[in-house]
Protein backbone atom coordinates (compact mmCIF):
# COMPACT_ATOMS: atom_id res chain seq x y z
CA UNK A 1 0.00 0.00 0.00
CA UNK A 2 1.36 3.21 -0.99
CA UNK A 3 0.97 6.13 1.56
CA UNK A 4 -1.47 8.01 -0.60
CA UNK A 5 -3.47 4.77 -0.55
CA UNK A 6 -2.80 4.82 3.01
CA UNK A 7 -3.92 8.64 3.30
CA UNK A 8 -6.84 8.18 1.61
CA UNK A 9 -8.56 4.91 3.17
CA UNK A 10 -10.30 7.02 6.14
CA UNK A 11 -11.44 9.46 4.15
CA UNK A 12 -13.55 6.72 2.11
CA UNK A 13 -16.34 6.59 4.17
CA UNK A 14 -17.21 10.66 3.68
CA UNK A 15 -17.23 10.51 0.19
CA UNK A 16 -19.71 7.36 0.12
CA UNK A 17 -21.92 8.77 2.36
CA UNK A 18 -22.65 12.21 0.30
CA UNK A 19 -22.32 9.91 -2.66
CA UNK A 20 -25.49 8.04 -0.76
CA UNK A 21 -27.76 10.92 0.01
CA UNK A 22 -26.59 13.36 -1.77
CA UNK A 23 -26.36 15.87 0.90
CA UNK A 24 -23.76 16.92 2.87
CA UNK A 25 -25.75 17.47 6.08
CA UNK A 26 -27.47 13.93 5.88
CA UNK A 27 -23.98 12.37 5.23
CA UNK A 28 -23.36 13.96 8.59
CA UNK A 29 -26.25 12.69 10.28
CA UNK A 30 -24.87 9.11 9.03
CA UNK A 31 -21.72 9.24 9.85
CA UNK A 32 -22.18 11.64 13.43
CA UNK A 33 -20.06 14.12 12.84
CA UNK A 34 -20.41 17.96 12.18
CA UNK A 35 -21.15 19.12 8.86
CA UNK A 36 -18.19 21.21 8.32
CA UNK A 37 -16.27 18.30 9.00
CA UNK A 38 -17.63 16.00 6.28
CA UNK A 39 -16.87 19.47 4.38
CA UNK A 40 -12.98 19.82 5.34
CA UNK A 41 -12.47 15.64 4.83
CA UNK A 42 -13.86 15.87 0.97
CA UNK A 43 -11.49 19.18 0.62
CA UNK A 44 -8.86 17.33 1.90
CA UNK A 45 -9.09 13.89 -0.23
CA UNK A 46 -9.03 15.83 -3.30
CA UNK A 47 -5.87 17.56 -2.66
CA UNK A 48 -4.00 13.96 -1.29
CA UNK A 49 -5.80 12.89 -5.11
CA UNK A 50 -5.04 15.89 -7.09
CA UNK A 51 -7.95 16.46 -8.36
CA UNK A 52 -11.35 17.51 -6.70
CA UNK A 53 -13.87 14.95 -5.45
CA UNK A 54 -16.49 17.87 -5.01
CA UNK A 55 -17.53 20.87 -5.99
CA UNK A 56 -20.15 23.85 -4.59
CA UNK A 57 -23.38 24.58 -6.07
CA UNK A 58 -24.48 27.25 -4.06
CA UNK A 59 -24.64 25.84 -0.44
CA UNK A 60 -24.62 22.34 -1.74
CA UNK A 61 -21.49 20.14 -2.56
CA UNK A 62 -21.81 17.94 -5.46
CA UNK A 63 -19.43 15.17 -6.82
CA UNK A 64 -16.81 15.98 -9.56
CA UNK A 65 -16.56 13.07 -12.18
CA UNK A 66 -13.27 12.45 -10.44
CA UNK A 67 -15.17 11.70 -7.31
CA UNK A 68 -17.85 9.97 -8.62
CA UNK A 69 -15.44 7.80 -10.47
CA UNK A 70 -14.20 6.89 -7.06
CA UNK A 71 -17.82 5.78 -5.36
CA UNK A 72 -17.72 2.41 -6.52
CA UNK A 73 -14.12 2.09 -5.17
CA UNK A 74 -15.28 3.46 -1.84
CA UNK A 75 -18.53 1.66 -1.43
CA UNK A 76 -16.29 -1.48 -2.31
CA UNK A 77 -13.70 -1.13 0.34
CA UNK A 78 -16.24 -0.03 2.76
CA UNK A 79 -18.55 -3.67 2.13
CA UNK A 80 -15.35 -5.61 2.28
CA UNK A 81 -14.51 -3.92 5.19
CA UNK A 82 -18.47 -4.53 6.82
CA UNK A 83 -18.29 -7.70 5.68
CA UNK A 84 -14.81 -8.39 8.35
CA UNK A 85 -16.18 -7.09 11.13
CA UNK A 86 -19.21 -9.24 10.74
CA UNK A 87 -17.47 -12.02 10.14
CA UNK A 88 -15.88 -11.61 13.17
CA UNK A 89 -18.63 -11.10 15.16
CA UNK A 90 -20.34 -13.97 13.89
CA UNK A 91 -17.83 -15.71 15.75
CA UNK A 92 -19.39 -14.30 19.15
CA UNK A 93 -21.51 -16.15 21.09
CA UNK A 94 -23.70 -12.91 20.12
CA UNK A 95 -24.24 -14.32 16.54
CA UNK A 96 -27.18 -16.74 17.74
CA UNK A 97 -29.26 -15.23 19.99
CA UNK A 98 -32.28 -12.52 20.50
CA UNK A 99 -32.59 -9.04 19.90
CA UNK A 100 -35.48 -6.89 21.31
CA UNK A 101 -36.56 -3.94 19.36
CA UNK A 102 -39.16 -1.33 20.57
CA UNK A 103 -41.24 0.13 18.15
CA UNK A 104 -44.26 2.44 17.44
CA UNK A 105 -47.16 0.85 16.62
CA UNK A 106 -47.49 3.35 13.01
CA UNK A 107 -43.88 1.30 11.81
CA UNK A 108 -45.01 -1.92 12.35
CA UNK A 109 -47.02 -2.78 9.00
CA UNK A 110 -43.76 -2.83 6.67
CA UNK A 111 -40.31 -0.65 8.21
CA UNK A 112 -39.89 -3.37 11.00
CA UNK A 113 -40.11 -5.93 8.57
CA UNK A 114 -37.96 -5.18 6.20
CA UNK A 115 -35.32 -3.81 8.34
CA UNK A 116 -36.04 -7.58 10.21
CA UNK A 117 -35.77 -9.60 6.44
CA UNK A 118 -32.45 -7.74 5.63
CA UNK A 119 -30.89 -8.26 9.23
CA UNK A 120 -31.85 -11.78 8.97
CA UNK A 121 -29.99 -12.70 5.69
CA UNK A 122 -27.04 -12.15 7.54
CA UNK A 123 -27.96 -13.39 10.95
CA UNK A 124 -30.09 -16.53 10.19
CA UNK A 125 -29.50 -17.44 13.78
CA UNK A 126 -31.03 -14.72 15.17
CA UNK A 127 -34.67 -14.58 17.19
CA UNK A 128 -36.04 -11.49 17.33
CA UNK A 129 -38.61 -10.04 20.50
CA UNK A 130 -40.73 -7.22 19.23
CA UNK A 131 -42.05 -4.85 21.65
CA UNK A 132 -45.39 -2.97 19.52
CA UNK A 133 -46.19 0.22 21.86
CA UNK A 134 -46.25 3.86 22.24
CA UNK A 135 -43.39 6.35 21.88
CA UNK A 136 -42.49 7.13 25.31
CA UNK A 137 -42.89 3.24 26.38
CA UNK A 138 -40.77 2.41 23.72
CA UNK A 139 -38.36 5.14 25.31
CA UNK A 140 -39.19 2.94 28.57
CA UNK A 141 -38.00 -0.11 27.54
CA UNK A 142 -34.69 1.33 26.20
CA UNK A 143 -34.32 2.81 30.11
CA UNK A 144 -34.95 -0.14 31.78
CA UNK A 145 -33.54 -2.58 29.32
CA UNK A 146 -36.16 -4.14 28.03
CA UNK A 147 -35.09 -3.02 24.52
CA UNK A 148 -31.90 -2.59 22.74
CA UNK A 149 -32.74 -0.76 19.80
CA UNK A 150 -36.23 1.46 19.44
CA UNK A 151 -37.39 3.02 16.05
CA UNK A 152 -39.85 5.94 16.47
CA UNK A 153 -41.32 9.73 15.84
CA UNK A 154 -40.57 12.18 16.48
CA UNK A 155 -36.86 11.53 17.04
CA UNK A 156 -35.52 11.07 20.49
CA UNK A 157 -33.64 14.18 21.14
CA UNK A 158 -31.80 12.77 24.65
CA UNK A 159 -27.77 12.95 25.97
CA UNK A 160 -28.11 9.65 27.18
CA UNK A 161 -29.34 8.45 23.82
CA UNK A 162 -27.25 8.19 20.12
CA UNK A 163 -30.18 9.32 17.38
CA UNK A 164 -29.68 8.19 13.96
CA UNK A 165 -32.49 10.06 11.47
CA UNK A 166 -33.93 7.45 9.30
CA UNK A 167 -36.59 9.31 6.71
CA UNK A 168 -38.60 12.47 6.87
CA UNK A 169 -42.37 11.52 5.32
CA UNK A 170 -44.34 14.45 4.62
CA UNK A 171 -47.97 14.39 6.30
CA UNK A 172 -51.67 14.37 4.91
CA UNK A 173 -54.63 15.30 6.00
CA UNK A 174 -57.16 12.90 6.02
CA UNK A 175 -60.57 13.61 5.22
CA UNK A 176 -64.06 11.57 4.43
CA UNK A 177 -64.87 11.44 0.33
CA UNK A 178 -67.54 14.61 -0.15
CA UNK A 179 -65.87 16.47 2.36
CA UNK A 180 -65.52 20.08 1.76
CA UNK A 181 -61.43 19.72 1.40
CA UNK A 182 -61.61 16.14 -0.52
CA UNK A 183 -60.97 17.78 -4.13
CA UNK A 184 -58.25 19.96 -3.01
CA UNK A 185 -54.49 19.59 -4.38
CA UNK A 186 -52.88 21.08 -0.56
CA UNK A 187 -54.23 22.88 2.48
CA UNK A 188 -52.99 24.79 5.58
CA UNK A 189 -53.16 23.40 8.90
CA UNK A 190 -54.90 26.50 9.94
CA UNK A 191 -57.38 25.90 7.56
CA UNK A 192 -58.44 22.93 9.17
CA UNK A 193 -59.34 25.17 13.04
CA UNK A 194 -62.92 24.42 12.34
CA UNK A 195 -62.37 20.53 11.97
CA UNK A 196 -63.38 18.02 14.34
CA UNK A 197 -60.78 15.83 14.59
CA UNK A 198 -59.93 11.89 15.01
CA UNK A 199 -56.76 11.04 16.70
CA UNK A 200 -53.97 8.98 18.15
CA UNK A 201 -54.20 8.71 22.47
CA UNK A 202 -51.83 11.25 24.17
CA UNK A 203 -48.52 9.34 24.18
CA UNK A 204 -47.97 9.02 20.09
CA UNK A 205 -46.19 10.20 18.00
CA UNK A 206 -48.90 10.99 15.32
CA UNK A 207 -50.90 12.46 18.43
CA UNK A 208 -47.78 15.08 19.13
CA UNK A 209 -47.73 15.90 15.60
CA UNK A 210 -51.22 17.08 15.41
CA UNK A 211 -50.78 19.11 18.67
CA UNK A 212 -47.62 20.59 17.40
CA UNK A 213 -49.29 21.37 13.97
CA UNK A 214 -53.04 22.79 15.72
CA UNK A 215 -50.39 25.08 18.15
CA UNK A 216 -48.27 26.60 15.46
CA UNK A 217 -51.26 27.31 13.17
CA UNK A 218 -53.07 28.95 16.45
CA UNK A 219 -55.84 26.98 17.49
CA UNK A 220 -56.35 23.72 19.84
CA UNK A 221 -57.82 21.05 17.75
CA UNK A 222 -61.41 19.64 18.95
CA UNK A 223 -61.19 16.02 18.98
CA UNK A 224 -64.10 13.58 19.29
CA UNK A 225 -62.47 10.15 19.04
CA UNK A 226 -59.04 8.91 20.11
CA UNK A 227 -57.51 5.39 19.01
CA UNK A 228 -54.53 3.52 19.11
CA UNK A 229 -53.65 2.48 15.55
CA UNK A 230 -54.30 4.60 12.17
CA UNK A 231 -56.19 2.00 10.60
CA UNK A 232 -59.11 2.18 13.35
CA UNK A 233 -59.05 6.53 12.68
CA UNK A 234 -58.74 5.86 8.76
CA UNK A 235 -62.39 3.98 9.48
CA UNK A 236 -63.70 6.72 11.67
CA UNK A 237 -62.67 8.92 9.13
CA UNK A 238 -64.50 7.30 6.30
CA UNK A 239 -67.73 6.77 8.02
CA UNK A 240 -67.70 10.86 8.10
CA UNK A 241 -66.80 11.55 12.09
CA UNK A 242 -64.07 13.68 12.09
CA UNK A 243 -60.68 14.45 9.85
CA UNK A 244 -56.95 13.10 10.83
CA UNK A 245 -53.46 13.65 10.80
CA UNK A 246 -51.44 10.83 9.32
CA UNK A 247 -48.84 9.74 6.52
CA UNK A 248 -49.87 8.40 3.64
CA UNK A 249 -51.73 5.47 3.21
CA UNK A 250 -49.33 3.04 0.56
CA UNK A 251 -52.97 1.18 0.51
CA UNK A 252 -54.91 4.09 -0.62
CA UNK A 253 -57.31 4.39 2.29
CA UNK A 254 -60.93 3.19 1.46
CA UNK A 255 -63.66 6.17 1.72
CA UNK A 256 -61.09 8.63 2.39
CA UNK A 257 -59.23 11.55 0.55
CA UNK A 258 -55.41 12.49 1.66
CA UNK A 259 -54.30 15.89 0.95
CA UNK A 260 -50.74 17.40 1.57
CA UNK A 261 -50.30 20.14 4.02
CA UNK A 262 -48.17 22.85 2.91
CA UNK A 263 -47.06 24.01 6.75
CA UNK A 264 -43.49 22.97 7.36
CA UNK A 265 -43.97 21.38 10.29
CA UNK A 266 -46.26 18.21 8.47
CA UNK A 267 -43.56 16.03 8.34
CA UNK A 268 -42.93 13.25 10.50
CA UNK A 269 -39.39 12.33 11.11
CA UNK A 270 -38.37 8.95 11.82
CA UNK A 271 -35.63 7.48 12.99
CA UNK A 272 -33.74 4.65 15.42
CA UNK A 273 -31.92 5.23 18.83
CA UNK A 274 -30.15 3.34 21.93
CA UNK A 275 -28.01 3.72 24.76
CA UNK A 276 -25.44 5.71 24.60
CA UNK A 277 -23.47 3.13 25.96
CA UNK A 278 -21.56 -0.58 25.10
CA UNK A 279 -24.24 -2.50 22.99
CA UNK A 280 -24.15 -6.03 22.57
CA UNK A 281 -22.61 -7.62 19.56
CA UNK A 282 -26.59 -8.17 18.09
CA UNK A 283 -27.21 -4.91 18.83
CA UNK A 284 -23.98 -3.38 17.53
CA UNK A 285 -24.82 -5.57 13.94
CA UNK A 286 -28.40 -4.51 13.79
CA UNK A 287 -26.56 -0.68 14.85
CA UNK A 288 -24.45 -1.31 12.01
CA UNK A 289 -27.30 -2.14 9.69
CA UNK A 290 -29.36 1.23 10.04
CA UNK A 291 -26.03 3.73 9.65
CA UNK A 292 -25.53 1.59 6.06
CA UNK A 293 -28.98 0.95 4.76
CA UNK A 294 -31.87 1.84 7.42
CA UNK A 295 -32.28 5.05 5.14
CA UNK A 296 -32.75 3.01 1.91
CA UNK A 297 -34.97 0.26 3.58
CA UNK A 298 -37.06 2.55 5.77
CA UNK A 299 -37.85 4.30 2.42
CA UNK A 300 -38.84 1.19 0.81
CA UNK A 301 -40.83 -0.33 3.89
CA UNK A 302 -43.30 3.50 2.91
CA UNK A 303 -43.17 2.92 -0.37
CA UNK A 304 -46.69 2.81 -1.88
CA UNK A 305 -47.34 -0.84 -3.25
CA UNK A 306 -47.01 -1.07 -6.70
CA UNK A 307 -50.48 -2.04 -8.87
Not at 194 to 220: H, I, N, Q
Not at 240 to 255: I, K, M
Request: a neutral charge; charged letters at 20%.
Amino acid sequence: MDSTTRRVLPMLPVLAALAETGQATAAAEILQMPQPTVSRILTRLGMELGVPVVERHGRSLRLTPAGGALVPHAAAVIAAATAGVESVRSQEAGARGTLTLAFQSTLGERVVPALVKAFLQDHPGVTFELIQTSRPRCLEALDDGLAEIALVSPLAERSDLTTLRLHAEPLVLVVPRGHRLATRAKVTFEETASETFVCMKPGYGMRTYLDDLAAAAGFTPEVRFEGDDLATLRGLVSAGLGVSVAPRDPHGAPGCAEIPITDPEAVRQIGACWPDRSPSALASSFQSLLRRRGRRLTEIGLRPHQG
